[in-house]
């Protein structure tokens, strides 16, 4: 069955400070592997696509790493702003455009 | 253009009526999607167009459910005889695919937020 699983289901941290997502996934074919971040009642918004070849990809603060043979990603945040709080939903998509999403990480960051 | 709009932003309603949401995605983009999204869950996919043909739908789409895009443009989904487990955001995306392939960003509305009482 295709999964994407992520951890922790909800973080907090101070502002300033790093933070990494996690995200196992059981997709086959892989085609490409996403992560967006949502705002509380508003439409995903994509931070970064990558494809099987790609190991990392960086949005500003956002830096996505992926390892397709074990079928890992992470999602690092760099210095966080309190606009950064969000849930950030792993995707990835098969070979038919068909995207996969995960449930989420809640990040919650205080002052 | 500011990107996808949908439209209402929210629907209240009570059990078996009947409701459509509209979705008008970027000019130009050929591809629309419709996903369903319950609280604390991942968006999942329901049905989606390459212009006007509706390519695949998924099994948790059903007979209640009908979407169309009939000019390949914008597109309704429509739920007949809702009940309360249809309550959920109806989130509409859309892509251009210039290319054979899946790895077309998916651009995401604001999303309608459906309950039904």
């Known amino acids: 069955k295709n999964q994407v699983e992520q951890s922790p289901q909800s973080l907090i941290i101070l502002e300033g400070k790093n933070c990494t997502l996690q995200c196992n996934y059981t997709v086959s074919p892989f085609s490409n592997l996403r992560w967006y971040k949502q705002d509380t009642g508003r439409g995903p918004v994509s931070l970064t696509i990558?494809?099987?070849?790609?190991n990392t990809k960086s949005n500003g603060r956002y830096t996505a790493t992926l390892d397709a043979d074990t079928k890992q990603s992470s999602l690092h945040i760099t210095a966080s702003q309190l606009s950064d709080s969000a849930s950030y939903i792993c995707?990835?998509?098969?070979?038919?455009?068909?995207?996969?999403f995960g449930t989420g990480t809640r990040l919650q960051v205080f002052p | 253009d500011t990107g996808v709009s949908q439209d209402p932003r929210h629907k209240i309603t009570k059990r078996g009526q009947n409701v459509t949401f509209r979705c008008d995605p970027i000019?130009?983009?050929?591809?629309l999607y419709w996903y369903r999204q319950t609280l604390g869950q991942g968006p999942e996919f329901l049905t989606y167009?390459?212009?006007?043909?509706?390519?695949?739908k998924s099994r948790l789409l059903s007979d209640r459910f009908s979407a169309e895009r009939p000019k390949g443009s914008f597109s309704t989904l429509e739920i007949q005889r809702t009940e309360q487990g249809d309550s959920a955001m109806y989130l509409c995306a859309s892509s251009l695919a210039r290319v054979p392939g899946p790895n077309n960003e998916q651009f995401f509305g604001p999303g309608t937020r459906l309950t039904v009482l």
């Open positions: 995707v990835v998509g098969d070979d038919t455009d068909k995207l996969i």
């Open positions: 000019s130009e983009h050929n591809r």
């Open positions: 990558m494809t099987f070849s790609e």
């Open positions: 167009f390459q212009n006007e043909a509706q390519l695949e």
